[in-house]
Nanobody, 119 residues
Framework: QVQLVESGGGLVQAGGSLRLSCAAS????????IAWFRQAPGKEREFVAE????????SYADSVKGRFTISRDNAKNAVYLQMTSLKPEDTAVYYC????????????WGQGTQVTVSS
């Protein structure tokens, strides 16, 4: 089992930037894929970005493509989400999640970090 802890959330004005971090511990061999999800008040949880272990593979939701960048440091067992040009609609609780390549979906989740973007 992997333990994930997010940090870096906060309040920022529209157009600003934030860098989220996700620290992992435990069974890090189960971290072939790591992703960021978010959930805004009254909305369903949605996919934001994903990265593979080698960093050769990345994927982004259309709503954040070109503005957000996902990265990982395997030596530090850490994952990051650099967010720029933030919009009020980016306001949500952001979660990181991990899964091995053999798993069909993400089963390890952090507790989330709040991101609030003011207009």
């Amino acid at each position: 089992q992997v333990q994930l802890v997010e940090s870096g959330g906060g309040l920022v004005q529209a157009g600003g930037s934030l860098r989220l971090s996700c620290a992992a511990s435990g069974r890090t061999s189960s971290m072939d894929y790591i992703a960021w999800f978010r959930q805004a008040p009254g909305k369903e949880r949605e996919f934001v970005a994903e990265v593979g272990r080698t960093r050769a593979y990345t994927s982004y939701a259309d709503s954040v493509k070109g503005r957000f960048t996902i990265s990982r440091d395997n030596a530090k067992n850490a994952v990051y989400l650099q967010m720029t040009s933030l919009k009020p609609e980016d306001t949500a609780v952001y979660y990181c999640a991990a899964r091995p390549g053999t798993a069909p979906r993400f089963g390890n989740w952090g507790q989330g970090t709040q991101v609030t973007v003011s207009s």
